[in-house]
């Protein structure tokens, strides 16, 4: 490998001349701009997750994960001043864009234009919704997830509810905006936007489900024998979406509902050799809610499906092999079809590709790479799949990147966004650790060959502690007395929080089962107490907790009259 790429930032293949910019030092720079010395080691580390470098990974400081023979992952930027980011497409061979989500607040999304520059990397915000008056901007920032360059070679970026064009090197960036499709679903739990295209430039648009498992209209509460939300399709959840291009290259946006039943397509591919699109189903949370019998850590499996026109893949009825799901017990799931492959239970995959570089070994030529992005043994994860000759994956994801745990400062790995880069490398942007990191391979350390080391079976982690919480749970709730804080734990957190809101992964504030001394401590440290209650209520634009919605109004109304007690018993008002 030249020694260009020991110097130079990750998808250098040729040696570039750079002039050399007045720039703060690297001990001060500021929060929205990342500069790092050529010298690696004497970068500043402030950032949520530390990793522990040691030596060099194609000429970037290696992390300290596993990883495939001859395979390593070098850490690009550290992540300081970056919130949530997720994606990354390259610009040119010195420039990378990175999306950051900005967390799970509306309008708060940025954009970055990573620069080599004589010889450091320099990260740019080119685009804030939080600062910018343009109500476009702060549109198309609305919790922004992928950014692609499409097969005409412009820039695609999705907010949760459009999608534009945009030039990244413009000036300023804003004015290049094109709005390719609008007024897309965002309500409810999955409001995220993947897309693809197909050999015609027709685009595939994830729209998830705003629910878990729609279990307010299973047979457990309203018996019913189907979901509104899926099958209703004014609705327009739960679903990939065909918009057909124009002959002018606009969008018609009198879409086709391509296939439903989907609750959470995360992953959008389209295999241009074989004119197919391949789907990863994020599965659903929390199946033991009504059937103790079941394993909330080993099912239900996320899914790869081959989608075809007018499928309906059986969300929010069925599970695995078409198994009922317990709050649609009165379902036939065979009518509905059937996944084409299992994939490990509660991985999260979030990203597909194709690899098509010449840098790793040709056994990957033409296999898929998926980044498992779950807090579950399983996840924090890139796997391969092999394919068959449909092109359809085939047998166990072998694993490129794994043992990928905490260690001191070090937090799980998180990965979501995975883009060739022009020299055969991967771009890998985490989002809980805020890290830009290169997947890179030199032949001289090993023949590349992915491990299989994903177990079949996990036991449930934790179980000995959850029972002495609970235990401590039903001992306060006996008393005479019992605290608000123990009431609401029973009656709204376990029974409606802890699907979403429980474990490392959990979205916004950690909400443990049994714990509410812990809880009512969590809420109170992060200042979440009167947020919760506008939640509850559905009120002062905040979504409705939980999605699903309550069984009845009674209940509702029950539960939001206590938790006002209890801020009251804080010296809260509830206004």
Same mark, same amino acid.
């Given at each position: 490998?030249?020694?260009?790429?020991?110097?130079?930032?990750?998808?250098?293949?040729?040696?570039?001349?750079?002039? !050399?910019?007045?720039?703060?030092?690297?001990?001060?720079?500021?929060?929205?701009?990342?500069?790092?010395?050529?010298?690696?080691? #004497?970068?500043?580390?402030?950032?949520?997750?530390?990793?522990?470098?040691?030596?060099?990974?194609?000429?970037?400081? %290696?992390?300290?994960?596993?990883?495939?023979?001859?395979?390593?992952? &070098?850490?690009?930027?550290?992540?300081? +001043? $970056?919130?949530?980011?997720?994606? +990354?497409?390259?610009?040119?061979?010195?420039?990378?864009? =990175?999306?950051?989500?900005? +967390?799970?607040?509306?309008?708060? &999304?940025?954009?970055?234009?990573?620069? /080599? #520059?004589?010889?450091?990397?320099?990260?740019?915000?080119?685009?804030?919704?939080?600062?910018?008056?343009?109500?476009?901007?702060?549109?198309?920032?609305?919790?922004?997830?992928? *950014?692609?360059?499409?097969?005409?070679?412009?820039?695609?970026?999705?907010?949760?509810?459009?999608? *534009?064009?945009?030039?990244?090197?413009?000036?300023?960036?804003?004015? !290049?905006?094109?709005?390719?499709?609008?007024?897309?679903?965002?309500?409810? @739990?999955?409001?995220?936007?993947?897309? /693809?295209?197909?050999?015609?430039?027709?685009?595939?648009?994830?729209? &998830?489900?705003?629910?878990?498992?729609?279990?307010?209209?299973?047979?457990?509460?309203?018996?019913?024998?189907?979901?509104?939300?899926?099958?209703?399709?004014?609705?327009?959840?739960?679903?990939?979406? %065909?918009?057909?291009?124009?002959?002018?290259?606009?969008?018609?946006?009198?879409?086709?509902?391509?296939?439903?039943?989907?609750?959470?397509? $995360?992953?959008?591919?389209?295999?241009?050799?074989?004119?197919?699109?391949?789907?990863?189903?994020?599965?659903?949370?929390?199946?033991?809610?009504?059937?103790?019998? @079941?394993?909330?850590?080993?099912?239900?499996?996320?899914?790869?499906?081959?989608?075809?026109?007018?499928?309906?893949?059986?969300?929010?009825?069925?599970?695995?092999?078409?198994?009922?799901?317990?709050?649609?017990?009165?379902?036939?799931?065979?009518?509905?079809?059937?996944?084409?492959?299992?994939?490990?239970?509660?991985?999260?995959?979030?990203?597909?590709?194709?690899?098509?570089?010449?840098?790793?070994?040709?056994?990957?030529?033409?296999?898929?790479?998926?980044?498992?992005?779950?807090?579950?043994?399983?996840?924090?994860? *890139? =796997?391969?799949?092999?394919?068959?000759?449909?092109?359809?994956?085939?047998?166990?994801?072998?694993?490129?990147?794994?043992?990928?745990?905490?260690?001191?400062?070090?937090?799980?790995?998180?990965?979501?966004?995975?883009?060739?880069?022009?020299? +055969?490398? =991967?771009?890998?942007?985490?989002?809980?650790?805020?890290?830009?990191?290169?997947?890179?391979?030199?032949?001289?350390?090993?023949?590349?060959?992915?491990?299989?080391?994903?177990?079949?079976?996990?036991?449930?982690?934790?179980?000995?502690?959850?029972?002495?919480?609970?235990?401590?749970?039903?001992?306060?709730?006996? #008393?005479?007395?019992?605290?608000?804080?123990?009431?609401?734990?029973?009656? $709204?957190?376990?029974?409606?929080?802890? &699907?979403?809101?429980?474990?490392?992964?959990?979205?916004?504030?950690?909400?443990? $089962?049994?714990?509410?001394?812990?809880?009512?401590?969590? *809420?109170?440290?992060?200042?979440?107490?009167?947020?919760? @209650?506008?939640?509850?209520?559905? #009120?002062?634009?905040?979504?409705?907790?939980?999605?699903?919605?309550?069984?009845?109004?009674?209940?509702?109304?029950?539960?939001?009259?206590?938790?006002?007690?209890?801020?009251?018993?804080?010296?809260?008002?509830?206004?």
């Amino acid at each position: 490998m030249k020694k260009n790429l020991t110097i130079l930032f990750l998808f250098l293949s040729s040696c570039a001349s750079f002039v !050399s910019k007045e720039t703060k030092s690297v001990a001060t720079f500021p929060v929205e701009e990342a500069i790092y010395a050529k010298n690696w080691d #004497e970068r500043k580390i402030s950032a949520l997750s530390v990793y522990e470098t040691k030596g060099l990974c194609g000429g970037l400081p %290696k992390i300290n994960v596993k990883t495939a023979p001859g395979f390593c992952v &070098g850490l690009v930027d550290n992540g300081e +001043g $970056m919130v949530f980011p997720r994606t +990354g497409a390259q610009v040119s061979k010195n420039q990378i864009l =990175v999306v950051d989500m900005g +967390g799970w607040k509306e309008s708060n &999304g940025k954009l970055y234009l990573l620069n /080599t #520059e004589g010889g450091k990397v320099v990260r740019k915000t080119i685009l804030d919704a939080a600062t910018s008056k343009n109500p476009l901007v702060k549109k198309a920032l609305d919790r922004p997830h992928l *950014i692609m360059k499409g097969p005409d070679g412009k820039f695609y970026l999705s907010s949760t509810s459009m999608i *534009i064009t945009l030039d990244p090197l413009s000036t300023p960036v804003e004015n !290049s905006f094109k709005v390719i499709i609008d007024q897309i679903p965002n309500l409810g @739990l999955h409001p995220l936007k993947v897309f /693809t295209f197909d050999n015609e430039m027709n685009l595939y648009v994830n729209v &998830g489900s705003a629910t878990n498992v729609c279990q307010k209209q299973g047979s457990i509460f309203e018996n019913k024998s189907e979901c509104s939300e899926v099958e209703d399709l004014n609705k327009g959840q739960a679903q990939v979406r %065909k918009y057909l291009r124009n002959s002018d290259g606009s969008y018609n946006p009198q879409f086709v509902v391509y296939a439903k039943g989907l609750r959470n397509s $995360m992953g959008l591919m389209w295999d241009k050799r074989k004119n197919i699109l391949i789907q990863a189903e994020n599965s659903r949370d929390n199946i033991a809610e009504y059937e103790k019998s @079941l394993d909330n850590v080993n099912l239900p499996h996320e899914e790869l499906n081959l989608l075809n026109e007018g499928d309906h893949l059986g969300w929010p009825y069925c599970y695995d092999n078409n198994l009922t799901n317990p709050e649609w017990r009165n379902t036939n799931c065979s009518n509905y079809k059937a996944p084409h492959k299992l994939m490990p239970a509660h991985s999260s995959p979030l990203s597909l590709m194709e690899y098509s570089g010449t840098l790793f070994p040709k056994w990957y030529q033409g296999r898929m790479l998926i980044s498992l992005h779950g807090y579950e043994p399983r996840g924090h994860r *890139i =796997v391969a799949y092999l394919r068959d000759d449909n092109g359809l994956p085939t047998r166990e994801p072998l694993s490129i990147v794994y043992g990928w745990d905490a260690k001191g400062n070090q937090a799980k790995g998180s990965p979501v966004g995975l883009s060739q880069l022009e020299d +055969g490398s =991967v771009l890998i942007i985490e989002d809980k650790s805020r890290k830009v990191l290169r997947l890179f391979y030199d032949s001289k350390l090993g023949d590349g060959k992915p491990v299989a080391e994903i177990p079949e079976y996990i036991a449930p982690p934790q179980q000995n502690k959850d029972e002495l919480l609970k235990q401590k749970l039903e001992k306060a709730l006996a #008393e005479k007395n019992p605290p608000l804080f123990a009431q609401i734990q029973k009656n $709204m957190i376990d029974r409606h929080c802890s &699907g979403c809101h429980a474990g490392a992964d959990a979205r916004g504030l950690e909400l443990a $089962m049994y714990d509410f001394e812990g809880n009512e401590k969590r *809420i109170i440290e992060n200042k979440k107490e009167k947020q919760i @209650l506008y939640h509850l209520r559905s #009120e002062k634009s905040f979504a409705q907790m939980p999605p699903d919605g309550f069984p009845t109004i009674q209940e509702k109304d029950s539960l939001v009259q206590l938790y006002i007690q209890w801020l009251q018993s804080k010296g809260i008002d509830s206004l």
